[in-house]
């Protein structure tokens, strides 16, 4: 079994997936933000045995749920629904920010952002 990781967007959604040891994850497509959304998803996850499901929870500097969490939210409601794996919210902050910087602007970095918050869920689930 693994894991997947989302940094959602409103225009694009990085998709980061763990080994099976579910000890590490690595940055996996970056999908448009669109009505095929779940199905994407959930293709991926029929594909990769995933288990379990991890969304960045993105708050602004003061703590409080920014814009994208009122998409976030129910868009994570929904995805647990139709795909049967649990959702898991894990803390995010400036992940896009932290991916660009350590690989330059590229068509990845929103996957390597979920990949980061992915890692971050690992770690501080061991």
Do not use: W
């Amino acid at each position: 079994m693994r894991y997947l990781g989302i940094d959602f967007g409103a225009k694009n959604v990085g998709i980061a997936v763990s080994n099976e040891e579910r000890s590490m994850s690595f940055p996996f497509v970056v999908l448009d933000n669109t009505e095929n959304l779940i199905d994407e998803i959930s293709k991926i996850c029929t594909e990769k045995e995933v288990g379990l499901l991890v969304i960045g929870e993105s708050k602004n500097y003061s703590g409080e749920e920014n814009e994208i969490m009122k998409k976030i939210t129910p868009f994570a409601k929904e995805l647990e629904v139709e795909t049967g794996i649990k959702v898991a919210m894990h803390p995010e902050f400036m992940t896009s920010l932290e991916a660009q910087h350590l690989q330059g602007h590229n068509d990845m970095h929103d996957a390597s952002a979920a990949a980061i918050i992915l890692n971050s869920y690992i770690e501080s689930n061991k």
